[in-house]
């Protein structure tokens, strides 16, 4: 099974920036679109940014213009450049991937990693 892994997470004041990352294994044929979505406990998880393959990227409105989403097709690693951070940002961060490994399509959800923005 592909397996993803988040890291960077941690501890920020408000203003200050962080960058996530997220390492996929396995055997894969192909990713296709890769996001990060956060959650708050007791809350719906919700996207923050999505990339595909080509580089075709959507940001969720309220962190357009402070945080940058990128990948390294090579490495099928996935970044999150997060900058001007609120505490409202505060969160458990998860990376998601689909696309093919031998056997078929799948969809992929890391274990999480904890942001939280102290004010």
């Known amino acids: 099974q592909v397996q993803l892994v988040e890291s960077g997470g941690g501890l920020v004041q408000a203003g200050g920036s962080l960058r996530l990352s997220c390492a996929s294994s396995g055997i894969i044929f192909s990713i296709n679109t890769m996001g990060w979505y956060r959650q708050v406990p007791g809350n719906e998880r919700e996207l923050v940014a999505v990339i595909t393959r080509g580089g075709d990227i959507n940001y969720a409105r309220s962190v357009k213009g402070r945080f940058t989403i990128s990948r390294d097709n090579a490495k099928n690693t996935l970044y999150l450049q997060m900058n001007s951070l609120k505490p409202e940002d505060t969160a458990v961060y998860y990376c998601?991937?689909?696309?093919?490994?031998?056997?078929?399509?799948?969809?992929?959800w890391g274990q999480g990693t904890q942001v939280t923005v102290s004010s």
């Open positions: 998601n991937a689909d696309g093919r490994r031998f056997g078929g399509p799948f969809v992929s």
